[in-house]
């Protein structure tokens, strides 16, 4: 199969890694220096993959590849549709895109954006950063995928070229909209207070009054869901919770705190924007969330 990523950071880096494992025809996209160390090598730390270093093609003319199989986006939701506008020509009716990203709505997203080919929707759990010398650092003890489609069968073309169970699960679950959900659940308040305090877990766990807020941004994120029709148990929020507090790394912090800390943009609007939006929409009631989002726009709009 001809597979390509687009987005070569953590999570994109960790992908491709999984795919030359397995896969000859492997193609990345990245542009200037990127580009330049990826035409190198691809080099990975991982807790799963060990020490290794892969060699797959680059281009940053994402049309010299043809038409491929599966492509991987692997980007932030605010570069969307420029990269699904880069790999267009990459695109014919069997082609399969596949958006791993953060948020709810990327795969309803590229299914406007797009007149052919087959979306799959997808999300991740991993721990991995992209290195100043764009080596790939993966320190989760595991990698989660799930993926899903209006077609079964197509989703499975996808679940058979990721699941490598010692490097990466793929799983197609019973309710997409269900793990979507947790896992947004969970970023809409993590990353968020992470990102406001520029902290790490540990700044979280040792002040009780941000403990309290964190735990209020995760109920108010679960009582949207609830109010959407989402059917996630209702010990979820407390259950998420103390799960975060007790068994993540302290030292650990989220991609939207990271990407503050490096005055690069952000997905604020994807964890907190679009919670807030649908929050009104519903009539639901998030003042705490709506506190943070304000202040984080506030400065977004300063920088």
């Not at 880096?13 to 990345?28: E, M, N, P, Q, R």
Request: proline share 4%; net charge negative; hydrophobic share 40%.
């Amino acid at each position: 199969m001809k597979l390509m990523v687009s987005g070569i950071g953590g999570v994109g880096g960790y992908i491709a890694a999984v795919l030359c494992s397995h896969d000859k025809d492997v193609t990345l996209i990245a542009r200037g220096r990127h580009k330049e160390a990826l035409q190198q090598k691809l080099a990975v730390h991982s807790a799963l993959l060990g020490e290794c270093t892969f060699h797959p093609a680059v281009t940053d003319d994402p049309a010299s590849a043809g038409i491929q199989d599966i492509i991987f986006i692997c980007v932030k939701n605010f570069s969307l549709c420029d990269a699904l506008t880069a790999v267009l020509p990459c695109i014919d009716d069997h082609t399969i895109i596949v958006p791993v990203m953060n948020g709810v709505d990327h795969a309803e997203a590229a299914r406007h954006m797009l007149t052919g080919g087959q979306v799959v929707n997808a999300l991740i759990y991993i721990t991995s950063s992209c290195c100043e010398d764009f080596s790939i650092r993966h320190t989760s003890p595991y990698v989660r995928v799930f993926v899903d489609a209006p077609h079964l069968e197509t989703a499975q073309k996808v679940r058979d070229v990721l699941h490598h169970p010692n490097q990466l699960t793929c799983t197609i679950p019973a309710d997409m909209d269900v793990e979507l959900w947790k896992k947004y659940i969970l970023n809409c308040a993590y990353n968020t207070i992470t990102a406001y305090y520029v902290c790490t877990t540990r700044g979280l766990r040792e002040d009780p009054r941000r403990l309290e807020e964190f735990r209020a941004l995760i109920q108010e994120a679960y009582a949207v869901a609830v109010a959407q029709g989402i059917a996630i148990p209702a010990d979820f929020p407390g259950t998420t919770f103390d799960a975060m507090m007790s068994h993540r790394n302290l030292d650990a912090t989220s991609s939207m705190a990271r990407d503050v800390m490096a005055h690069k943009p952000t997905e604020l609007e994807t964890f907190s924007g679009y919670l807030i939006r649908t929050a009104q929409a519903l009539q639901v009631s998030v003042p705490v969330s709506e506190r943070f989002y304000q202040a984080l726009k506030e400065r977004e709009m300063i920088r």
